[in-house]
């Protein structure tokens, strides 16, 4: 079954009020300012269509999680400005009627959705600007998938594009509910998404098939890790994940904390891929008291002793990877191999997504996705050099282990 896609229906949409569920849950510092802005670049296209075909836009995103309840500090105020800059629209803000400008503006629209006469306000839209509700997670309804809350929500619009594909693993009002509401359709970057993905996930690949695996949470990785090395010839580790397959192994991995549960989960994918696996052979550890400082060193893994503690790939191993994932086709990255924040720890990470950068688009088909990783290989320089760089983290990884994501499935004919 396919998904029906916004490219077909841009003809029909001139003047139509489009509710547009984007995923703008960037990274927000203590400041409220804005750490990354990926997501609203990765946006911009779709606005832009939707723009040229006439709509008139009214985008939903979320923030955070302030489950339902209005939290000045989730608010997309920050985003809508980001959003505007990016566009070179100015910014409003309201908590009522909706300006009116000669030139375009993106405004924030703070009034809660529930109260009388939204729809009246909302429907005094110029066709130049682009609309945006509050966060849409300081509705109760939102997270329940609640029918009443998509209810409430199509009453603003004649139609509905999803192009959130980072949160179509949740059934949500705005994600789920809301396509029995209104008609609707996946907008490019979704189907983007979705095309890569299954590339990598059913295509007709490139091989050999190198899959990276990195991060820490291993319980939010193991089907995925099981699903693809179906495919991968080989599977590189490193990481919080690698610390966790070292141990299973019956290496010493210092003062690196670990659960047994996932140990447990370790073990056993270890004996059903071990040939796949690829472990580090050496890693860069501080061996000290306190938590991060302290001089690091390359060390071993058979050195690693009880006062280390393991933050990155050693240069050995940056060698041995570089080399296999130089002979690859096809290549898929989720999860840091080292805790790249701190620059003592960044050669691990950094050498491989120049490697991978260095191959991608032309000797091999590179495919990367997960917040932390997406902002390592920015940091490198290299995210135009991948194929496709999934805005997808905890979907990303579903789509990736095999499962159905709710939010695409309701955009099924
Ligand atoms: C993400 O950042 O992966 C998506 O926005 C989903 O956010 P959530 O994990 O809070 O549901």
Redesign the pocket.
Known sequence: MSIKTLQTELKNLKDKRVLLRL?L?EEIDARGKLVDNFRIESALLTIRKLVKAGAKIIIAS?L??PEGKWDKALSLKPIAECLAECLKYKFVETEDSLPSYKIPHVILFKKPLNKRGVAKLLGDQSAHDIVMLENIRFYEGEDNNSPEFAELLSKFADYYVNDAF??TH?PASSIVAITKRLPSSAGPLLEKEIKSLDHVLNGNIRKPFVLVMGGIKIEDKAKTLRNLSRRADKVLLGGGLANLFLCAQGYDIGKNNISKASLAIAKELLLNLKSKLILPADVVVLSSKSATKGKAQAKKITDVGITDQIFDIGPQTILSYSKELKQAGTICWNGPLGYFEDKKFRAGTMSLAKVVGGLGKRKAYALAGG?ETVAAIRLAGQLEHFDHIST????MLEYLAGEKLPGIEALKK
Do not use: Y
């Open positions: 995923d849950n979320h955070g999680r980072s949160v949740h917040g997808g983290g905890g979907a």
